[in-house]
């Protein structure tokens, strides 16, 4: 195939169901191509037949076809030793199947342990705990004097916007389909540039109410400009 330059597409799980508890499934379906990129191209096998072959659907796109990742109900973060011990305490290898009903039981509860097994490698404080502690320790970290730094660069500030966004999709465990707008939105907590904006109208605030006048000239607009730098003054 290498010499002739072909190539094969499959979905990279068993086709063939043996019956024979001998027997272990194995992978006979798949496609062999020339002159076909793998990008234009996307392999998906079909349940619908009871048959013990999986058929197997080749799309050819003349665009790239984008394919979503699986996702998973574990990461490098999964407890193994806790997750072990949870499936290992719920499943019972005594029940007998005997019909159909009792198939589909047995299989709902199998998959009810992986989730719960699951959901338990995760921290067991409580999502309100989780974003008191992000409140009071992690955001007065990079708020401080952020009247000053926030007139810095979008790139800086994005910094520290991808930061707030990891760190809220592992307080609630995120999946990777959830956007940062829904996240930030369901947790009732601001966007960076948000904080930014209400921070420095606070600041001048302060400074006009402030007895001190040596303070007011930081409210003035500053006319002398170079290389378009931002000033306090350009955030409100």
């Given at each position: 195939m290498q010499e002739e330059n072909y190539y094969y597409m499959s979905t990279g799980?068993?086709?063939y169901w043996p019956t024979d508890p001998q027997k272990t499934p194995?992978?006979?379906d798949f496609f062999v191509t020339k002159g076909?990129?793998?990008t234009y191209a996307d392999v998906t096998p079909s349940f619908e037949l009871s048959s013990d072959h999986t058929p197997v659907i080749a799309t050819i796109s003349s665009s790239v076809i984008?394919?979503?990742?699986?996702?998973k109900l574990h990461n490098n973060k999964t407890n193994w030793d806790t997750y072990?011990?949870?499936i290992d305490n719920n499943i019972n290898l005594s029940i007998k199947?005997?019909?159909p009903e009792d198939l589909n039981t047995t299989l709902q509860t199998l998959i009810d342990t992986l989730q719960k097994a699951a959901r338990r490698r995760r921290s067991r404080l409580s999502l309100e705990n989780k974003i008191i502690i992000y409140k009071t320790v992690i955001i007065p970290i990079w708020t401080y004097g952020i009247e000053l730094w926030g007139c810095a660069s979008k790139s800086n500030?994005?910094?520290?916007?991808?930061?707030?966004?990891?760190?809220?999709r592992m307080l609630v465990d995120a999946p990777w389909y959830v956007s940062n707008e829904t996240l930030h939105q369901d947790l009732k907590l601001k966007f960076v540039k948000e904080i930014i904006l209400d921070r420095s109208r606070q600041y001048m605030s302060k400074i006009e109410a402030h007895e001190n006048e040596l303070l007011q000239p930081l409210r003035k607009l500053i006319n002398n400009r170079r290389l378009k730098r931002k000033w306090p003054n350009d955030l409100i």
């Open positions: 799980t068993p086709t194995d992978l006979l076909l990129s793998s984008h394919t979503q990742p699986t996702p072990r011990e949870i199947i005997k019909t500030t994005n910094i520290i916007q991808r930061s707030q966004s990891k760190i809220l």
